[in-house]
């Protein structure tokens, strides 16, 4: 079933989508046909401004936060519901006996890691999505700043966590630190000797 769902060119299909939808939510404010995009100076931000006393933001919390976060947390309580009923199967006929407890440990790990990730998300960008839509008129100016830069912040919290959980991840950006320190000459005669290792195998 999943081989079937997610092809290449399906996967390209969701992609562009999920571009399509996100840009056609700004639409109406780019155009100044709902709202209008300007620089609020409470907030020292660029963002979606009321037009004739009217705003989108209320509408794009619904539909571009609140439920995808719904869908996400059902997805997830589906998936995992479905491999507990199946691992208990498994278990009724004695098939799990071949199961290391190290396997079960990546499982459960990997389940954390989802986790952290989606709470996380939920923690950079529930602050901004709460005072765009209870404080319109901008009365805390100083939570809208401190929302905006949790928000920001979002775009360097998965790497860490990623670091911070995975092995692998972390020898990778000890790599990359290592060629970052060398020099200009140094790099090229590094790079150059991984492309002909791997061009070898």
Wanted: charged share 15%; proline share 4%; glycine share 4%.
């Amino acid at each position: 079933m999943y081989a079937q769902i997610y092809t290449t060119t399906k996967i390209w299909i969701q992609l562009l989508l999920i571009w399509i939808v996100s840009f056609g939510f700004m639409i109406p404010p780019l155009l100044g046909i709902w709202g209008q995009l300007g620089l609020e100076k409470n907030t020292f931000s660029c963002t979606i401004l009321p037009k004739n006393g009217q705003s989108p933001k209320k509408a794009l919390f619904v539909f571009g936060f609140a439920l995808p976060c719904v869908a996400i947390i059902v997805s997830y309580s589906c998936i995992y519901w479905r491999v507990r009923q199946s691992k208990r199967k498994l278990e009724g006929h004695g098939k799990l006996s071949g199961q290391t407890a190290k396997e079960k440990e990546e499982d459960s790990r990997l389940t954390r890691l989802m986790l952290t990730i989606f709470v996380c998300f939920l923690a950079c960008f529930l602050p901004l999505m709460i005072m765009n839509v209870a404080d319109d008129d901008i009365t805390y100016p100083w939570l809208h700043i401190i929302a905006s830069i949790l928000a920001w912040a979002s775009s360097v919290v998965n790497p860490l966590i990623y670091a911070a959980t995975n092995r692998q991840y972390r020898a990778a950006y000890a790599n990359l630190l290592k060629f970052c320190k060398l020099s200009p000459a140094s790099r090229r005669t590094t790079y150059g000797s991984r492309t002909m290792a791997q061009s070898s195998n």
